[in-house]
Nanobody
Framework: VQLAESGGGLVQAGGSLRLSCAAS????????MGWFRQAPGKEREFVAA????????YYAFSVKGRFAISRDNAKNTLYLQMNSLKPEDTAVYYC?????????????????WGQGTQVTVSS
């Protein structure tokens, strides 16, 4: 199984980025997916999650209303649209996969992880 994130970069506060996570080696539509992030010196934290069908989503309070998670099962790809970015959103962002029919928010439940993509928001 491989999960490959892309789309990170440097953006000014208030700007937008769209992250992608290309999945291979698994039946993508059988997996719940999630986005997590880890800032320097901090633990990895939950950002957003989506069910296998895309019909259910869940967000951390800190990003709700600004970020949107989505998936394209035909393309085996997960997305995270990030708007109104703030300096505190600066982190390495990871996608993760869990074979499940439900939304999964617990970091420890995920089976597979990508290598991460850096997002830096300047003030």
């Amino acid at each position: 199984v491989q999960l490959a994130e892309s789309g990170g970069g440097l953006v000014q506060a208030g700007g937008s980025l769209r992250l992608s996570c290309a999945a291979s080696g698994l039946t993508f539509s059988s997996y719940a997916m999630g986005w997590f992030r880890q800032a320097p010196g901090k633990e990895r934290e939950f950002v957003a999650a989506i069910s296998w069908s895309g019909g259910n989503t869940y967000y951390a309070f800190s990003v709700k209303g600004r970020f949107a998670i989505s998936r394209d099962n035909a393309k085996n790809t997960l997305y995270l649209q990030m708007n109104s970015l703030k300096p505190e959103d600066t982190a390495v962002y990871y996608c993760a996969a869990k074979r499940s029919l439900r939304v999964v928010v617990d970091t420890g439940e995920y089976d597979y992880w990508g290598q991460g993509t850096q997002v830096t928001v300047s003030s």
